[in-house]
Structure formats: structure tokens, C-alpha cells
């Protein structure tokens, strides 16, 4: 089901609170944002090396995609199940109330790898061997931004919308905006873009705290959730052939695996 052919049933909301709390050491992002660099992507590395890996040149397997990793999940089975729209539940407050659990849930696993995830490890948001993020300044350039600062003023931004009451609202009688779902949409981007940093430059700190098996399942829940209501494109997961995103090799296995639907 498009979530953008069907953006137009919205209900009121009823009194649901949203507990609110600082996603990371919250900043006022002084440079562009995420809206306007969404559908970019800069790589990164010599055109000789991404000469070499369109070649064929063998790469080291990512631990993400090695067993027993790739299998470690706490949901077994496909994600479809528990993706579905619920019966009398309207599919605006369904993906809104999914959009606050996801962002409260990566808001989380990166607090656990924040103190790794540093100016000096991470000078860039990378994704891949040749794929750093990059931002859009108040000049409209694009820039590269350590990891640390791309992630803060990402999760600064959504929990600003999420404190929005006229974004997300929480009170009855208050609707959706009618930009809801372009909204959504780019905070799925962004946020995707995290769990890509976090597979490929901490996936072995989460893997030291054994905690695999639940961010591999809240990545596959996240992936079935936006595949189900077309909340990405496929190229946010994949990437491009001379900018390859990490994390497209784990959404091809596990879709091998059954765990995500072909699509």
C-alpha cells in the first residue's frame, strides 16, 4: 500500500503524549539541512578506486553480512507480519506512531556507539567503501561533515518535528498537514542514512555488546515498514554503481532469507 496514495484519511490523534528527550547534545544546525541535500549523495575516494571496484577487485566482507551475523535476529520469520495496518487504526497515525518508535529506537543504538563515533574516527558520514553523505550549506554547496555532527543535526531536526504539534500532533482535534507525507519522507531518509553509518563504521562495537540480533531486527522491521508504504526509493538502500551504500548487500540476503519481501 502507498502511504502517498492514501495520505488523504486522516483522523484526529485523541491525547497521545510523546515523552520528549535530547536525542544526542542537541545543536542548532547553522548549515542547510536535511530537506535540501535529501536526495543527494557524494562519493568519496580516488576515481582509481572506484575504477578498481568496479573491476571486480575483491573486498573484505562486512561482519554484517557474515554468519552467524546476517542470521541474528530476535523476530523470526518475515517482517510482513507486523508491518500491516491494523484494522480501524488510520494509516496516517500508523505511520507516525512507527516513525516516533523508530526514531526513539536508532535514537538509542547510537547512544551506545556515540562515544566511538568521534571528529577523529568518523571525519565523514560514510556509508561505503566510496560513499560519504554529504550536507547542503547556507550557500547551497554540498559539504562533508564528520559523522558525529551530520548525526546530531539529523536527530536534533526530527525530534524538532516530532515536538511540533503542528507536525505531529498529539491533541484531539488537530490534524495532519497535508505535507505529512513528503515530510515522512525525508525524515526516513535521513534516518536510514544512520543505521548505513552505524552498519558500516560500528557494526563490530554493536557486535562487541552483543547486540546484533536487536539491531539487525529493528533494522528489518524499519526496511519492511518503508518498503510497505513506499516511504524510500530504492537507490537510499543501494545506492549508485560507482557509490554502492553498504547496507544494499544486507536488504538483498535478506530478502534470499525470506526476512524482507521481494520486491
Known amino acids: 500500500m502507498s502511504f502517498f496514495n492514501s495520505i488523504g484519511r486522516t483522523m484526529n490523534k485523541g491525547n497521545r503524549t510523546m515523552p520528549r528527550r535530547s536525542p544526542t547534545t542537541p545543536t542548532s544546525p547553522a548549515v542547510g539541512g536535511p530537506y535540501d541535500n535529501a536526495p543527494g549523495m557524494a562519493p568519496s575516494g580516488s576515481a582509481g578506486s572506484m575504477q578498481q571496484q568496479q573491476h ?6 562486512p ?29 496516517t497515525e500508523w505511520v507516525a506512531v512507527n516513525i516516533f518508535d523508530f526514531y526513539q529506537n536508532i535514537n538509542l543504538f547510537y547512544g551506545v556507539v556515540a562515544e566511538f563515533c568521534t571528529l577523529h ?14 550536507w547542503i550549506d547556507s550557500s547551497r554547496r554540498q559539504v562533508k561533515l564528520p559523522a558525529p555532527t ?3 543535526y539529523v536527530m536534533t531536526w526530527v525530534q524538532n518535528l516530532l515536538d511540533d504539534d503542528n507536525v505531529f500532533p498529539t491533541k484531539a482535534g488537530r490534524d495532519f498537514p497535508t505535507n505529512f507525507a513528503q515530510t515522512v519522507r525525508h525524515v526516513y531518509r535521513q534516518l536510514l542514512r544512520i543505521f548505513a ?9 554493536i557486535l562487541h555488546l552483543r547486540s546484533e540480533p536487536h539491531f539487525n531486527s529493528l ?27 553498504g547496507i544494499g548487500d544486507l536488504w ?5 532469507m525470506g526476512i524482507l519481501e521481494q520486491q
Not at 571486480?56 to 566482507?61: A, P, S
Not at 553509518?197 to 562495537?205: F, G, K, M, S, V
Open 63 to 91: 561482519l554484517y553480512l557474515c554468519s552467524p551475523f546476517v542470521e541474528a535476529a530476535l523476530v523470526k520469520g518475515n517482517f510482513k507480519t507486523i508491518v500491516v495496518q491494523p484494522k480501524y487504526v488510520d494509516l
Open 252 to 256: 538483498e540476503k535478506w530478502k534470499e
Open 219 to 245: 533494522f528489518a522491521h524499519y526496511l519492511s515498514f518503508g518498503a510497505q508504504y513506499e516511504l524510500f526509493d530504492i537507490k537510499d538502500v543501494k545506492g549508485t554503481p560507482t557509490a554502492l551504500v
Open 121 to 134: 574516527s568518523c571525519p565523514t558520514m560514510s556509508a561505503g567503501a566510496n560513499l560519504d553523505y554529504t
Open 56 to 61: 571486480g577487485e575483491q573486498r573484505e566482507k
Open 150 to 152: 551530520y548525526i546530531d
Open 197 to 205: 553509518h552505524i552498519y558500516h563504521a560500528h557494526y563490530h562495537q
